[in-house]
């Protein structure tokens, strides 16, 4: 884990709000709001806040090395016992992002081929990217993710004339669906507690991440509506990855009818990074956890794992849908229960006993 400057890390902060979070949540929350489930990702943006900052402020109380270092060398079992927590959540995500990549490739894509031959490439960029390092692979992320983000800001121009908007009418509709749009999307947006923990010899501060977060939000919030106005809304609940279907239908004169495979290779990186990022995080988990483990060796085995368990967790596409529905009771109650504990165990720096004062002495 290596310092980060401003621009590479609200890189970061953007990859791991779009990355995936703009595939698989927009299903279930239109189910929930309908026209408004778009105002869901504002209210899940909101809601991340608060633990991002919690774990900010403790953050700034141990500024050397990363927080968990942090963790391990001030209560070692209590630390110990909390990155096993964090590693396992991230290790669940890290075998879900594996096996959507696989899912999606292999039915858009390259149907033909074996799911096992996909797994296994993308398995093995995302430990290229690992074994990069942090910084390194943070660089290239910038590339990534500007060229996404830049063809995401281009849809509104490239859809004129598709699109209705009175799909998006009326407004408030459903008041309980918009929130509980926002648990589909924050189980996602839940993942932004690795920016702080990935950082060394620097705190986080929301204001250093802002720009980066509100270009993901923006992001996620323009998809949606893109979908929205182009399907409607009981379409788009049909589709089992709307923003790809979106894609699809971009059309710039008849020279060029195939935007989406343009759009999909930019995104695809972006899902590499990812997971290449989540990584390279578990294995200095796990080297802390363990100390004698090397967690430069880990790599390859902790990616060829996940690609197994992933295989016994997920039975087909339709399955990860349903993952989504339940993503935010665990993602959900993992983001404000690790920050809480974070807090509790953490907030108060004990201070070094010095020498007790002399004693007045008395004439």
Known sequence: MQTLSKLQLNALTTLFMVAVAIKHPPVPMIEAARQDAWMGYIVAGVAIIPPLWIIGVVHRKYPEGTLPETFVARRPWIGRALLALVALVFFAILAHDLRFLTELVNIYLLPNTPPIIIAATGAFTAVLFAKAGLAATARANILFVALFISQVAALPILLQGQTRMEFLAPFFERPAGILEAGAYAFGHFAELLIIPMLLRDQSLRMRDIAPGFLVGLASNV??????????????????????????????????????????????????????????YFLCRLIGLIVPRVNADVLTTPLAVFAVVV???????????????????????????????????FYGRRKRKRGPPPAEAETG
């Open 310 to 344: 992933s295989a016994w967790f997920y039975d087909s596409a339709a399955q990860m849908i349903e993952t989504t529905r339940s993503r935010p009771i665990f993602l959900g109650t993992f983001a404000f229960v690790v920050p809480l504990a974070i807090l509790a």
């Open 222 to 279: 323009i998809l949606i509506i893109g979908e929205l106005v182009l399907f409607g809304p009981d379409l788009t609940t049909m589709f089992w990855d709307p923003p790809y279907e979106l894609i699809r239908q971009l059309r710039v004169t008849d020279f060029l009818d195939r935007l989406d495979m343009a759009i999909a290779a930019a995104w695809m990186p972006t899902a590499f990074v990812k997971s290449g990022v989540t990584i």
